[in-house]
Nanobody, 122 residues
Framework: QVQLVESGGGLVQAGGSLRLSCAAS????????MGWFRQAPGKEREFVAA????????YYADSVKGRFTISRDNAKNTVYLQMNSLKPEDTAVYYC???????????????WGQGTQVTVSS
């Protein structure tokens, strides 16, 4: 059974930083694509970042490029999202997701975590 468990969310002031973690289990993720998504109240869920586990290739939404960094630790089967220079508009529930490697990286994920709340105060 695939499990993705996020942690690291919280309340931070604008300009601050947080690091989210996603512990993955129940599947061989070495050929998967791992993604982070977020959903703010009243808005649709949106793509934030993704990494191809095997090659380490990363992808970012324009809104977070230069501020967020996605990475993975093979030994720990964990994916991270380092978030710097946070803005109030980054406030959302952040979800970790996984899918078999594919060309499309911003949608159609098969497995999802339960989400972790990130709140950025102004």
């Amino acid at each position: 059974q695939v499990q993705l468990v996020e942690s690291g969310g919280g309340l931070v002031q604008a300009g601050g930083s947080l690091r989210l973690s996603c512990a993955a289990s129940g599947r061989t993720f070495s050929r998967d694509t791992m993604g982070w998504f977020r959903q703010a109240p009243g808005k649709e869920r949106e793509f934030v970042a993704a990494v191809r586990w095997s090659a380490g290739t990363t992808y970012y939404a324009d809104s977070v490029k230069g501020r967020f960094t996605i990475s993975r630790d093979n030994a720990k089967n964990t994916v991270y999202l380092q978030m710097n220079s946070l803005k109030p508009e980054d406030t959302a529930v952040y979800y970790c997701a996984a899918k078999a490697a594919a060309v499309i990286i911003h949608k159609d994920y098969d497995y999802w975590g339960q989400g972790t709340q990130v709140t950025v105060s102004s």
